[in-house]
């Protein structure tokens, strides 16, 4: 039986043509809250009329139910869940007003925000207002992270002592992969972050800045370190993501060897994951924009809603990662570590480029 009313605003271009530019997420969102018995796609908007239409087309939207407006699609639908699936810079007006418009949940893609305080405003204001805020940090239901931690928890390599981050970039794909070491470390909050960047070749993705290499090291309150070092820099790691315990070592791979394995002392053996990747099941359709993990995370949400489960992809658990984020492009431009909670509202690593402190080369 359909319990929610789903639309989408921001569709995006042609999802057979996916670039840093529109990556159409809005195709994604769809196919896995359709797979939800429990929803039920009813519209959709995107400022850019084709968009929308194409959209409908792909979805058996009535036209009559694609917007330009956001707002007009609320005033009109009023649909119960908005899935956002615009660039992160619009993140939080349309959050912000989905969230005074009356629905019951906002699932909105990743990054969190283009700024510090933008991320907490979401969040806030979602709050105050009773709805269900969530962004789609779909790995996290992914086997090869899942299986992982569940050896973490067993306590096949000890007690967890640092997890190191070799593979992306720290903002777009850090908002998985610290997401991710985050999640083995059971969401405890970080205490500081020192980093450093190099930012020579512009590269702009989704509207925002990206460095082109990265160093960072965090400290969680517990104890646990987090490292990452990514472009030139991300052989420093020996894997996509390793955990590293006081008895051994959990090794996560991007496509080279074993997807997932364990080493104690001599020993290492492979770990089964049901032919999971870090990026798809071992069962994706063709016909198909994402993978199941999406699916995951949207069962997840509607879950969470209105009852006292909260979603392991929670804006309340997504502000830990957005704010080492933001505390090592902070780091940066303070030239020191950061103490945490971060107190900076901007994006150090825009505001350096648009100082000219980073002045990367077209």
Not at 256 to 262: K, R
Request: charged share 25%; proline share 4%; net charge negative.
């Amino acid at each position: 039986m359909t319990a929610y009313n789903v639309a989408v605003v921001g569709t995006g271009p042609d999802p057979s043509n996916p670039s840093v530019d529109g990556f159409a997420m809005g195709y994604r969102h769809a196919e896995a809250f359709l797979a939800d018995e429990r929803c039920e796609l009813v519209a959709c908007a995107d400022i850019v009329p084709e968009n929308g239409s194409a959209f409908a087309n792909a979805f058996d939207l009535p036209q009559d139910r694609v917007f330009e407006d956001y707002a007009e699609l609320l005033e009109k639908v009023a649909p119960d869940v908005v899935s956002v699936a615009v660039p992160p810079q619009v993140h939080e007006e349309v959050v912000v007003g989905c969230a005074r418009g009356g629905v019951e949940a906002i699932h909105c893609e990743k990054p969190m925000a283009h700024t510090w305080a933008s991320a907490q405003r979401m969040a806030q204001v979602c709050w105050r207002h009773g709805v269900q805020l969530t962004f789609n940090r779909q790995r996290r239901f992914a086997r090869p992270f899942t299986r992982a931690k569940e050896l973490l928890d067993d306590g096949e390599i000890g007690e967890l002592r640092r997890v190191e981050i070799g593979w992306g970039d720290f903002y777009d794909t850090g908002a998985h992969t610290v997401d991710l070491a985050g999640m083995f470390n059971d969401d405890i909050a970080a205490e500081w972050v020192l980093a450093g960047l190099d930012y020579r070749e512009k590269d702009v993705r989704f509207g925002s800045h990206q460095e082109n290499q990265m160093w960072a090291q965090w400290r969680y309150e517990n104890g646990v370190y987090g490292v990452a070092s990514t472009g030139d820099g991300s052989d420093f790691v020996d894997a996509a993501l390793t955990l590293n315990g006081t008895a051994g070592t959990i090794r996560i791979d991007v496509a080279d060897g074993p997807m997932l394995s364990v080493k104690r002392g001599a020993d290492s053996r492979q770990v089964d994951v049901d032919g999971e990747t870090m990026h798809r099941t071992g069962t994706e359709s063709e016909a198909r924009y994402g993978s199941h993990f999406h699916d995951r995370a949207v069962e997840a949400l509607i879950d969470g809603i209105g009852t006292e489960i909260e979603p392991r992809i929670s804006a309340r658990i997504g502000l830990n990662t957005a704010e080492i984020l933001f505390a090592g492009y902070e780091s940066v431009r303070k030239r020191g570590r950061v103490e945490l909670p971060l107190t900076v509202t901007d994006n150090p690593l825009e505001a350096m480029v648009e100082t000219g402190s980073l002045t990367p080369i077209e």
